[in-house]
């Protein structure tokens, strides 16, 4: 992870929901690509990746170095 994305994670972790929307659309290429090698279907990528953000919005506050 570098600088920026460090700093936007400290940011998310402290509530800001633009910095976490700007580490998601980062990352959500990347992972929705990886899914669908894994699941071979659009929908069930496309469900499972929004799945993974939502669930890594709400347990932000309990991330650890």
Same mark, same amino acid.
């Given at each position: 992870?570098?600088e920026?994305e460090?700093?936007?994670?400290?940011? *998310?972790?402290?509530? #800001?929901?633009?910095?976490?929307?700007?580490?998601?659309?980062?990352?959500?290429? &990347?992972?929705? !690509?990886? @899914?669908? *090698?894994?699941?071979? #279907?659009?929908?069930?990528?496309?469900d499972?990746?929004q799945?993974?953000?939502? &669930?890594?919005? !709400?347990? @932000?506050?309990?991330?650890?170095?």
């Amino acid at each position: 992870m570098d600088e920026r994305e460090a700093a936007l994670l400290g940011r *998310a972790r402290g509530g #800001d929901a633009r910095a976490f929307a700007s580490l998601v659309e980062a990352y959500w290429p &990347r992972l929705h !690509r990886w @899914l669908l *090698a894994m699941t071979r #279907d659009v929908q069930s990528a496309e469900d499972i990746t929004q799945e993974s953000f939502l &669930r890594a919005w !709400r347990c @932000l506050a309990t991330l650890r170095d």
